[in-house]
């Protein structure tokens, strides 16, 4: 995933767009839509994915006496148009963020809380349902991930 940052930052200040197709077949980076997304801030953030290639990485989320299981190895960067999940080796994905005016204010309320927080709860599931049912996903078996620090940039 490291890798595919790096590409992308060096893309990123040329005028070629969109990426050169060998570069895409280099780096094996996972994009998830933003309709694929939610983001929900609060004294414990939460960002939950649906149908992303990486639920089947992610350790099946476990709660205990009220406490989220970290993901070892895992970090987040939020960032108000993209969300970095990043895994073990090059297990990762970049989930885009805001897409408009409408998402600012949403994501960026986000950002802030899992600043506050050092992290997120990351929770990947199948498909994203219509509404959040928390108790369901959280005892219903099919949900993947768990507790997310938030990864150090410098």
Do not use: N, Y
């Not at 963020?97 to 050092?118: F, I, K, L, N, R």
């Amino acid at each position: 995933m490291q890798r595919a940052l790096s590409l992308l930052d060096q893309v990123s200040d040329s005028t070629d767009h969109p990426l050169p197709k060998r570069a895409c077949a280099t780096v094996d980076l996972v994009f998830v839509p933003r309709d694929s997304a939610r983001f929900v801030a609060g004294e414990t953030p939460v960002l939950v994915i649906g149908g992303a290639p990486i639920h089947a990485v992610l350790p099946t989320l476990a709660v205990s006496d009220g406490v989220v299981s970290a993901c070892e190895g895992w970090t987040l960067l939020p960032q108000l148009t993209v969300c970095v999940v990043d895994g073990p080796g090059d297990v990762g994905c970049l989930i885009q963020a805001a897409t408009g005016s409408q998402d600012v204010d949403e994501v960026a309320t986000w950002c802030d809380a899992v600043d506050a927080a050092g992290g997120a709860v990351v929770v990947s599931l199948p498909d994203l349902p219509v509404s959040l049912d928390w108790d369901a996903i959280f005892s219903a078996g099919f949900a993947r991930g768990g507790s997310i620090r938030t990864a150090h940039v410098e």
